[in-house]
Structure formats: structure tokens, C-alpha cells
């Protein structure tokens, strides 16, 4: 882990000695971030150890991006994080593609793509561009960020000039991906449904996605949805109870039409910004027995009645701050609270220069979803999430 984290603290510092800001050499621009936060809970553990606080919580990145025509672009992002048991500091290709822009209306992107979904998720790795430190957990959830971030595949993209009535911007792809036992996707899937074992999670037999935001008239105001559609499918093992007795059940999860659907807002003007988004995921599920193949049961999902709303003011140049309410729920009128997860969210943010920033913010939360007992094994439904983060990007 040490390794890792030097390696990409090397590049960086190899970059600074060239140039503060961005590098540019033979049209390849070159940019980074690291960081590094403390996590800690009033009771329970949530991402990390945090009960008793904890600053396994960090990331950093590099990417280079070159421009060898003015139509076609190529970049990559290296990538590494530490949140709790997750990503271990482990570097990763974040993101690698080629890009042919044709006009405004139409471009061509292949390769390890970002994935647009909702407002930020497309940026959600650069912590200069919003104010809090977590984004809301009912459209974000951070475990599945390593799934939810980047897919294999191809897209098309542009900006359609629609006269007075704005532009509207769009992505449209198909890809796939495969995730490893290791990833925060399978800690999630293993804690949201109880297995004690996960296999590598294979996404997209077939998935598709589109992506629209209509930026209208007036200056700051826009208006959008993404839609997700695929089928993923992974091997695990389920603790089960017969009679006194609890075994390890093999299972096959086969999920189909997994559907997100999302639609959002957001209003920039003068230095405030409001936001909102809808979230709803929807799937048919089917669990059959690893070993003969049997029928066990269904174990569909919709979320429809997850959302959140936001805002936030600059008061100076070196002070911003925001606030947010947001309400995850896994099933429809649901009274389980490890099915639900409400968080009221109040953040500072303090630009110290152009390159170093500093964030404090707490989290109010009511509900038990991805809540992990404290370290005397209880698990509250009311508690507080504290979290501190110093960036660094170039």
C-alpha cells in the first residue's frame, strides 16, 4: 500500500517541478489530485472503522490527456483510493479513451469510458468541483462507485443547437464491465443481502445508456436524465438458517432489466447553486442453487422513492457552503430500517490557495442501510457522521 502511495505521490511532485499548473508538452496536458480525510461516527461503523475514527479514507490520481488533431482526443487516468477495507491503495486505470469530435452534434468515444449518470457522477473523482466531501448517498452511493464510475465500451455524444430554446447535450453508449470479489461493489452486495462470499461480479450481457441535459435559456438553469439498462449475474454463498442450524447455501444471483432511471435539475446564479435529483432503480431478480441448479426465489428491487435536494453558497473566495437532504430507501413503503438511509448534510469548504483546499462536514443519518455494528456490536438508527478532507490538484 505504501508502494503505491509514493508511486503516485513521485508523479506528482515530478510534475510540479515542471510547471504549478498544468503541464503542457508536445499538446499533452497533464493534471493530479491527492487527499487525504479522517471519518468518525458517534455509534456505528460506516465505509470504514470509523466508531473509533479513522483515516483509511484517501484518493489520488493522474491523467493525461493529448490532442494529436484538433478532432481526436486521447486521455487516461491512473487511480488510487483507500476507504476502509476498499480499494487498499491499489492503482487502477480509472479511465482510458479515444475521442473523435466530428462537430458540436456529434462525437465518437471508445474505450474505458466515464459513465454519465445523474448530475456529477462524471466528475465525482475531483473534489475541487463541488462543495461537500460525500455526494448524497441516495444517487451516490460510494461502495458502487467502482462499478458506477467507468465501463467498457463505445458512445457517441454532442451538443444539439435547439435555437432559443438552449442546446441539449447528450451521451448514448452500450458497454460491460467485470468486478472483482475485492471492490466496494461486492462489499455492498454481500452486506445488502447477506452473503458471507461473492464471486466476480460480471455486468453487462447487455447494457445500454443514455444521457440528456437540456441547458435552457436562462443562463445557469438545466434540466436532465440518464437511463441505464442491464443484466449482471455473480456466484456467492448465503448463510442460511434450518431448524438449529445454520449452513452455507451456494447461490447463483441472476439480475435482469436492472433499470436506472434518474432525472435532475440544477440552477447556478451568482454564487448560489441548487440541485436535485430523482433516483430509481428497478430489477428482476432470480437466486437459484449454485450446485443443482433449483429455483430458490425472486428478490426484485425498486428504489423510486430515494431523491435528494441541495444547496450552496460562496460567501468569499476562500469560503463556501452547503447543505443537502437526502433519502435512500431500497423498497417502496418499506418499515425496515436496514432498508433506508435519510441524511441531512452540512458542509464547509475552505480554499486555502488555487491548488490546496480543506473541508469539513457532518452528516445527521436515520437508518441502518450499509451500516456496519459499532465496535460493542450494536447497530443505532439514529447517529452522526463526521468527515474532514485536505485536497491537493493541479
Not at 469530435?101 to 459513465?115: C, M, P, S, V
Request: aromatic letters at 16%.
Amino acid at each position: 500500500m505504501r508502494n503505491h502511495y509514493l508511486i503516485i505521490l513521485a508523479g506528482l511532485i515530478i510534475c510540479l517541478m515542471g510547471n504549478h499548473q498544468t503541464v503542457l508538452a508536445e499538446e499533452v496536458e497533464i493534471h493530479g489530485f491527492i487527499s487525504q480525510g479522517y471519518l468518525t461516527t458517534n455509534q456505528n461503523n460506516f465505509l470504514a472503522e470509523t466508531d473509533d475514527g479513522s483515516f483509511e479514507f484517501n484518493e489520488m490520481g493522474i491523467n493525461f490527456t493529448a490532442y494529436p488533431t484538433s478532432s481526436l482526443k486521447i486521455g487516461c487516468q491512473f487511480f488510487a483510493m483507500d476507504l476502509g477495507d476498499v480499494g487498499n491503495d491499489n492503482i487502477v486505470v480509472n479511465w482510458a479513451f479515444a475521442e473523435y469530435h466530428y462537430q458540436n452534434w456529434l462525437g465518437f468515444r471508445a474505450g474505458l469510458l466515464k459513465t454519465h449518470f445523474g448530475l456529477y457522477n462524471d466528475t465525482r473523482d475531483y473534489d475541487s468541483l463541488r462543495t461537500a466531501i460525500f455526494l448524497p448517498t441516495s444517487n451516490y452511493i460510494e461502495l458502487l462507485r467502482d462499478t458506477l464510475n467507468t465501463s467498457k465500451g463505445i458512445g457517441i455524444f454532442g451538443n444539439v443547437p435547439l435555437g432559443p430554446a438552449g442546446s441539449l447535450k447528450y451521451q448514448i453508449g452500450t458497454s460491460g464491465t467485470q468486478t472483482s470479489p475485492e471492490t466496494g461493489s461486492a462489499k455492498f452486495l454481500k452486506s445488502a443481502n447477506g452473503f458471507s462470499e461473492i464471486s466476480d461480479i460480471v455486468v453487462g450481457e447487455r447494457l445500454y445508456g443514455i444521457h440528456f441535459q437540456w441547458m435552457t435559456p436562462v443562463d445557469g438553469l438545466s434540466f436532465g436524465m440518464t437511463y441505464d439498462s442491464f443484466d449482471y449475474g455473480f456466484d456467492a454463498i448465503k448463510p442460511t438458517r434450518i431448524g438449529d442450524v445454520m449452513i452455507d447455501v451456494p447461490i447463483t444471483f441472476k439480475a435482469h432489466n436492472a433499470d436506472y432511471l434518474v432525472f435532475f435539475g440544477e440552477y447556478i446564479w451568482n454564487n448560489w447553486v441548487f440541485a436535485a435529483e430523482t433516483y430509481r432503480h428497478t430489477e428482476d431478480s432470480d437466486v437459484y442453487h449454485g450446485t443443482s441448479g433449483a429455483f430458490l426465489q425472486k428478490a426484485d428491487v425498486d428504489t423510486r422513492e430515494s431523491f435528494y435536494v441541495k444547496l450552496s453558497y460562496r460567501f468569499t473566495d476562500w469560503l463556501e457552503t452547503g447543505y443537502y437532504y437526502s433519502r435512500f430507501q431500497l423498497q417502496p413503503d418499506t418499515d425496515d430500517d436496514q432498508k433506508k438511509l435519510k441524511e441531512h448534510c452540512l458542509s464547509f469548504r475552505f480554499d486555502i490557495n488555487p491548488y490546496w483546499l480543506f473541508k469539513l462536514e457532518a452528516h445527521l443519518m436515520n437508518g441502518k442501510f450499509g451500516v456496519y455494528p459499532d465496535n460493542d456490536g450494536h447497530i443505532y438508527n439514529e447517529w452522526m457522521l463526521y468527515a474532514a478532507k485536505m485536497s491537493f490538484s493541479f
